[in-house]
């Protein structure tokens, strides 16, 4: 029972580490579960051919993806083609089932699939930086304050943007960060003419 539990913990702990990754709608809590039993676990592996699959497609020139745009005849090719490979991919899925694990992962369907996802994504700031932090393989974060009224206790943490949650060490509730318009606590201002240092108790009124 306790190695169950244990394998249970850690295939939840990489659903969520490959989740906080990517803001898509695409990365479904299914879909993240399937790709760690399929590839035991390993996010960063997965987020690494995801990144790798998207790189790949914007690297074609805009030109040569407007006259395939334009091009009816080239279109329903690569739609037939598209729909021949989705049955070979569902035929797949259902024979290996969710706890097959498949050690090719540059063949795999799911996370090409993904990383066409990505590719068509506009170059926000927020995308882009989302990009950035996946090609790093790093989860973003934000310093946050929380408090809890029932132990009179306030608290800054640094938490995941994807679940901004922490835990008052005292009766161990969960609470979600303070708004940034009721956020408070003690500042230290320095002058740049005379180098003077002072410390203030502020709250942020918005």
């Given at each position: 029972?306790h190695?169950?539990?244990?394998?249970?913990?850690?295939?939840e702990?990489?659903?969520?580490?490959?989740?906080?990754?990517?803001?898509?709608?695409?990365?479904?809590?299914?879909?993240?579960?399937?790709?760690?039993?399929?590839f035991?676990?390993?996010?960063?592996?997965?987020?690494?051919?995801?990144?790798?699959?998207?790189?790949?497609?914007?690297?074609?020139?805009?030109?040569?993806?407007?006259?395939?745009?334009?091009?009816?005849?080239?279109?329903?090719?690569?739609?037939?083609?598209?729909?021949?490979?989705q049955?070979?991919?569902?035929?797949r899925?259902?024979?290996?089932?969710?706890?097959?694990?498949?050690?090719?992962?540059?063949?795999?369907?799911?996370?090409?699939?993904?990383?066409?996802?990505?590719?068509?994504?506009?170059?926000?700031?927020?995308?882009?930086?989302?990009?950035?932090?996946?090609?790093?393989?790093?989860?973003?974060?934000?310093?946050?304050?929380?408090?809890?009224q029932?132990?009179?206790?306030?608290?800054?943490?640094?938490?995941?943007?994807?679940?901004?949650?922490?835990?008052?060490?005292?009766?161990?509730?969960?609470?979600?960060?303070v708004?940034?318009?009721?956020?408070?606590?003690?500042?230290e201002?320095r002058?740049?003419?005379?180098?003077?240092?002072?410390?203030?108790?502020?709250?942020?009124?918005?």
């Amino acid at each position: 029972m306790h190695r169950v539990n244990r394998e249970e913990v850690e295939l939840e702990k990489s659903v969520r580490r490959l989740m906080e990754k990517f803001h898509l709608r695409a990365v479904t809590v299914e879909l993240a579960t399937v790709l760690m039993r399929r590839f035991a676990n390993n996010h960063d592996l997965v987020t690494r051919y995801i990144i790798l699959f998207k790189d790949q497609i914007q690297a074609m020139e805009q030109e040569d993806v407007d006259a395939l745009n334009n091009d009816p005849v080239a279109q329903n090719v690569v739609q037939r083609i598209r729909n021949g490979q989705q049955q070979q991919n569902d035929a797949r899925r259902m024979q290996n089932g969710n706890q097959g694990q498949r050690n090719n992962i540059e063949e795999d369907p799911d996370v090409r699939d993904l990383g066409q996802q990505l590719a068509l994504l506009p170059l926000t700031e927020r995308n882009v930086r989302m990009f950035n932090n996946a090609r790093q393989n790093q989860i973003p974060f934000e310093e946050k304050q929380f408090a809890c009224q029932a132990c009179d206790s306030m608290w800054w943490r640094r938490v995941p943007v994807r679940k901004m949650v922490s835990r008052c060490h005292r009766c161990r509730v969960k609470y979600e960060p303070v708004p940034l318009n009721r956020m408070w606590g003690a500042a230290e201002f320095r002058c740049t003419t005379c180098n003077r240092t002072f410390r203030l108790v502020i709250v942020i009124r918005q």
